[in-house]
């Protein structure tokens, strides 16, 4: 998610206009109802028109949309539900900012799911949850998501999942996807390490990028979970009904994870800033071990070359070149001069490596 | 806009005072009048005072002035909707901060039109919206603009836009407005991952001003989302009877976007510092290399033009000029000094390239 | 302003003490009476006596004292029109914070007047506010301001300005002061266009004075506005009867452009943080280029310099100097190392100027 | 703590599981049971059904259980105090930010204890604290703690820890882990003032990582200290009655505590980026020294060098080659040169040490 | 106060354990008694017990009391005066953040008082204020102080301060204490005005010191007047009685005072950190004029040494040699190479000063 990009329809279309591309996942429908009771039933939906029977039903209804590519179907399913348009929209026009928005027959919770796609790369991908009497829907992007864990818990019917209903469904959903960002963090926070050890050991200019990588991906994550707490404070502070008490108490658990995820996303964009000076200033003092090489070796062979070129002269008169000891003596005087600047280069502390 | 220019009375003009100058575009007046029952009518007005007549008419009427240079005629419209003379000094004396103002008769809506004239070039135009029982009046700076896509919806019909008044009319033409900022940011984003790949491929001086450039944008693109936002959040806040329960609706969905585009305004004030940073070091990085290149030559030739220089002087008696094996000798240390110095430095890594 | 100075009184010296020095301008007292119906009358006010029949009199009374050299005088002043001691004491120990404070009699507005002194010096003054049932009075630190309109449109009597009382009156002087910082403002924002466009054509030590003294001004600017606008918008939104409905459409108009010269000067503020990361960058280029005229003239000439002195070597056996082709073979080679080296230092792109 | 490492399940898991690894510690539960009469009792828990008992019991009981290594056990004593599911993941699923959730039983107010385990290396430790109507129940990671100080004063009984119930003991609890952090904040304090010495003495680029360790421990500060003042600030202005008002007149004093230590924590980290750039001029005026030498000595003998490379040349007819005064005129002319260059170097100021 | 030193009993200690160390000044106590009549009596307490005469008697009191290295005497005073255990630890275990604490008997005003110790060194001492129905106590940290100017008014007797009681001598207290930031504020400003003079003229090391120091004292003002300007402001604001709203106005004009400390301070710490951009600069820009002058000695002397070293070989068969014009046509050679190399040079303007 490096670029910007937005679905957005052309400035000025209608309100409600969905920005569906030839390259969109097409929709696989699935459901899942149970009872408080104990019983469980799902599959996958092939007609869109059996889910007003399963609307029709007792007990919760949860039904996942993976995929986005069919306007007609998206339209009609949001027909079965009452989806007001500019809901729809904001399920297909994505990414949208996580928020939460009251309608007349349900809640919609936009979140936005995040995966390691490699080392340096995130996967981000908007998860939109309508909340109503007695369902849930969530659409989904792109096949494949984190929560085959929920599906889990609800086909194996333990703790309070089966039993507390819609509300705290969509808790277990979003509080999921928030969990999913530990080891975003915790991979990114890695990285942190690993780049201030090849910072000190190897530091090379690919770094450079991998560092501005690295401030990037805790963009994204600030982006996502910014928001995302504000929505969910909205829902435990409100005063609409949507979500009964019990279910608060446990999206009030995940609101922790929020503000404690953005905590370390803070810290880690700080130690970010430390980590681009300390490259910069390793960067520097390699510099300066190459110039101090160069120096020393210049500053003392540049005076013996001339003291050599004084006795390469072709005067007449050099009365030294003909002693008897004139050649010996210089070769003396030379070493002295070389020994002597080693010492003086040795004392200003340019022979010992910096950081030896 | 790099320069801030703003027409503004000489200090201590009286309030109302319209600075308009030679160069300002003459006013093109043109109006569309229609009905919740589907009746629609459109043109251009010649003569200002047959706006009284449509104003009496029944539905909704929207007037569209583009260009501000003709103070009479500014004044007369002005009268004829009763527009308060500080409104007026608003709508001329560009560019205002985007704003909500409330008059007895009906409430100004300053916003700001953004579109990339070229790369590296924000083209900026302030749109006054006067929202009024019945009827709509904008006031462009200049001809041109990005509503047609509202006009062509006002002709069509189709969608909520004819039944629901002057409010929504005026939320159609604000959220044309904000989303018009979509393209420009994706042309910034786009912009700043191309500087990515300049900065490591040819780091140049001129990419700077480009940095710069790219600040600047988004500086301006800052100054004129962030009052955006809290203008239009005043509207869906308020709690006067301006805006239907209808309409805010919609508005809020602008009022999303609009916190979308900072977020990301705000990143990419963020990215544009790391490229910063990173073409700082690059530059640095590529002093470096032509530093190691002297530093090798340059310690590599002194001690061996030294040694040349020695077996250069006139010394009478300099026995190893007359060895049978002399010259080779000498030829063979100093082979011996060059490579064992190009090992060194080898070793230290010098002779890599640092990022290859 | 660069230095921070302010009349304080000693520490622990009792409130209301004055803070006058022998170089404070002696005051010039002058008044403007008007009456709604149009009658107006002004003058110099040679005995301050005089001031206490004007106060009796009908109609709006304005006093302006510029210069506040005497004591004695401003304490009959303040006799005269019951100031509090404290407001007495914030009128002549300037600088204040700009900020507004309700007395009994009256309220004291303390606003901050910026003029350009020259293009890299502020002016800056106190012009004191106390507005009372029917009179204005202002206080200034030297002669001399940018009141000058306000008096003209008293004289002439057009608009609302004679009509609407002292309210309307301290509004006009406000927004007066406030007007006059957009040519401040525009005057640093040309500084800063110049700058960019000399650090880019030549940079130089000096230009970083520059730099400091814009980003100096800024602050100043900053210092004056923030304030302001507080006070201002504490005016707008008082529940106290000080301003008439009327005056506080007009008011919340000055305090839109305080908070666009606001935004303006934090954006400008950003801008010169870029200017120096510009100045340091171009300077380290120019570094950068010289650096590299010397690595490739040393890189040339310091082999073939070696190589000539391989054959100034006085060894008696050195077959290669009696070759008849040698000195022509050499002088071959010394041409092939010489273009060998260019070739590959322009592959290198060092032979470019980088940003040409 | 450098690694951001959260036990959190596996995402999508229960709420309410606990991640207990092999490493953990096991528990220790022990516990005081005390009476504002003067009766106290403590002593190990061998059997954890006895804290059921030591409930029931007359008087304050605070259970301490250090280590979290048995997940049995730790239920079971969440059995015997109605700690909820989601309390008892918190105190087992490690770091929790700092907070205080209320239930109906008790409040629980998670803390996080600092200690120094080395110069650079943070020890850092959550305490769970459970205040219930007469009872304490606190959680500890690991085996040790800094509350000693506090069971010397139950013991001692002075004072009114023992008169004041459970609230005050929570109270006293807090407190010590607080006041711990001044001595952590103290060395930290030294560490920076120790590396600004040797930053001015001995720059070297180990002292790099010193710095980013002192910023890491500044945010590892930050992070536990900043939600803690929020926390105890939500219960000194509770409207619930957990705590007394005379214990609340105590916590208001830790809360002054937790103020000055995030004041002098922000401090110290304005003041690890002035190190920074310290860190950096220096290496860089090192750097500048080396230069300096390198240019006088290079600068004073390649003009020398060149003269004498003049008269090593063989042309047939040079003259000065056979002047009588030819050779000790050039040695005195390299003389004049030498030192008027030298002289031209002390002028610009070359041959000081800068910082002499 | 450049490492932060708190007075702070062992963790854990119980609340109100005093931390007294042997190098304590003795405390001198000293009162002065007065009534709005006119009254005043002043001097040293001998015996403690004297005090709860004095503090029965008709009046106002206010009791000084300089050092705290007494234990017994300070809780004998504490018991007389009924101040909370709570309240005399905050007096002794300093520095404690300024704040205002409310007790049932009386307030306890914290206060910081800063004078210029020297040049680089700022004095920070605690005054801890007590304001109790009619009498105020002072307690400081060691002997001297800002207060004789009260002191002084008091005995005159000269404006309201003997009329209107404990709580105003409580407002000229902490005015005077406020007042006293003035002259280190002003110092601090002349301190950065002769850096920035020094900075362009003499750069060198040490000044980087001088910036740090100013840096470090400024975050001292700022940690004293931001809570100071909080605290006042609490009581300004405070709906209880313990000011009289005479006594506010005045203290409102100290909170503006504060106001305008703090906006000074923020300005400074900007300016300080242009500084060292400067400073780095002007250094970068001094080595890059060194540089140059190795630059051009070497570009220059180079190839002229490489030509001398052509005809200093001993070819047999070199014909340049032989002829006639040969020496002095490679003299005049030489001299066009410089004096081309010169010319070229010049036109790049490098053997202009860059800031000349």
């Not at 904001?90 to 009251?102: A, C, G, L, M, T």
């Amino acid at each position: 998610m490096s670029r910007f990009r937005k679905r957005h329809p052309k400035a000025g279309a209608p309100p409600g206009t969905l920005m569906i591309s030839e390259s969109d996942a097409k929709p696989r429908v699935t459901y899942m109802a149970y009872t408080a009771e104990g019983s469980i039933e799902e599959g996958a939906v092939a007609q869109v028109a059996r889910l007003r029977q399963l609307r029709a039903g007792a007990g919760t209804l949860w039904v996942d949309i993976q995929g986005i590519g069919d306007e007609a179907l998206l339209r009609e399913i949001g027909e079965i539900f009452d989806v007001h348009p500019l809901a729809l929209e904001d399920v297909v026009n994505v990414p949208q900012r996580p928020k939460v928005d009251h309608y007349d027959e349900h809640m919609l919770i936009v979140t936005r799911m995040i995966r390691m796609k490699s080392a340096t790369v995130l996967d981000v991908e908007q998860v939109s949850v309508f909340v109503g009497e007695n369902y849930v829907l969530t659409f989904q992007e792109r096949h494949g998501d984190v929560l085959d864990p929920v599906r889990a818990r609800l086909r194996k019917g333990t703790g309070p999942i089966r039993r507390l209903g819609a509300d705290y469904l969509a808790y277990a959903l979003i509080d999921t996807v928030v969990d999913a960002y530990y080891p975003v963090l915790e991979a990114i926070g890695d990285l942190l390490e690993d780049l201030e050890e090849e910072i000190v050991q190897h530091p090379r200019q690919s770094l450079l990028r991998q560092i501005y990588a690295a401030r990037r991906e805790l963009l994204t994550m600030r982006r996502a979970v910014w928001p995302m707490r504000e929505a969910i404070y909205s829902i435990v502070r409100s005063e609409e009904e949507d979500f009964s008490a019990e279910a608060r108490v446990y999206l009030r658990d995940t609101l922790d994870h929020c503000a404690q995820i953005l905590d370390a996303t803070e810290s880690n964009r700080e130690l970010v800033t430390g980590l681009m000076d300390m490259y910069l200033s390793t960067i520097s003092n390699r510099q300066n071990e190459i110039m101090k090489v160069l120096t020393v070796i210049a500053s003392i062979f540049v005076p013996l070359t001339f003291l050599a070129g004084i006795y390469g002269m072709n005067f007449a008169d050099m009365p030294e070149l003909h002693y008897r000891w004139g050649y010996p003596a210089l070769l003396t005087l030379m070493a002295a001069v070389a020994i002597g600047m080693l010492a003086y280069f040795w004392k200003l502390g340019w022979l010992r490596r910096e950081d030896a």
